[in-house]
């Protein structure tokens, strides 16, 4: 009665390719990150997917349409699945908001789980809107026969997602990596509370783009 939840970061986008930060400003996807999407489709071929969610960025939905496509399933948006919330830093590279954030960019190196991005949101108020949305979710489907659902959300959303699911401390989260476009999966108890933990199965697969 596991609940399989397939988590995957969208795909690549113009400010990921320059190195700047991202958080909840909305691009859409590359040609290139387009392409990884489309590896998407025959990556969940064989999964019996009964339900897709996504953030509503456009990155986001964009990565989820093609898989709810082949599946006949809608995107179902949640704005609480989108990226942290990277305030003033947004749209800049780290060498050109270093210098003038210098404390911030210390504070979170030493720790950053509570330390708040100027004019954003900290790791930890993203992981318990996030969560929220997941245990929803997970809450929606618990009764269905192991069901296997898909969301699509962002990098430091997913770290801190799948950080609390095996036990991490909010500060070493940070050290799990998804890339763009891969896929990363938890077994949740089901109804009958099988599995007693949340199981990693999966992590940063990404094999689905060889050759993209």
Do not use: K
Request: with cysteine; net charge negative.
């Amino acid at each position: 009665m596991a609940i399989h939840l397939h988590l995957v970061r969208h795909c690549q986008t113009a400010w990921n390719v320059e190195g700047r930060f991202l958080g909840c400003t909305d691009l859409p996807l590359t040609e290139d990150g387009y392409a990884q999407a489309a590896t998407l489709v025959p990556a969940f071929a064989r999964i019996p997917l009964v339900a897709i969610y996504a953030s509503d960025l456009l990155r986001a939905v964009a990565t989820a349409a093609p898989i709810a496509e082949a599946h006949g399933l809608p995107v179902q948006t949640d704005p609480r699945l989108r990226e942290m919330h990277q305030g003033d830093l947004e749209g800049f590279t780290g060498t050109e908001v270093r210098p003038r954030y210098a404390d911030f960019f210390a504070a979170w190196e030493a720790d950053p789980a509570d330390v708040v991005v100027p004019g954003g949101e900290s790791l930890r108020q993203t992981l318990v809107r996030a969560s929220s949305a997941v245990q929803e979710i997970a809450a929606i489907h618990a009764r269905d026969s192991e069901p296997h659902i898909l969301i699509v959300s962002h990098g430091l959303t997913l770290q801190a997602i799948i950080g609390e699911a095996i036990g991490l401390d909010l500060r070493y989260a940070l050290r799990l990596r998804p890339q763009h476009g891969s896929v990363s999966t938890l077994l949740l108890p089901g109804a009958n509370g099988s599995p007693r933990h949340p199981i990693l199965t999966r992590l940063n697969d990404r094999n689905h783009l060889d050759g993209v």
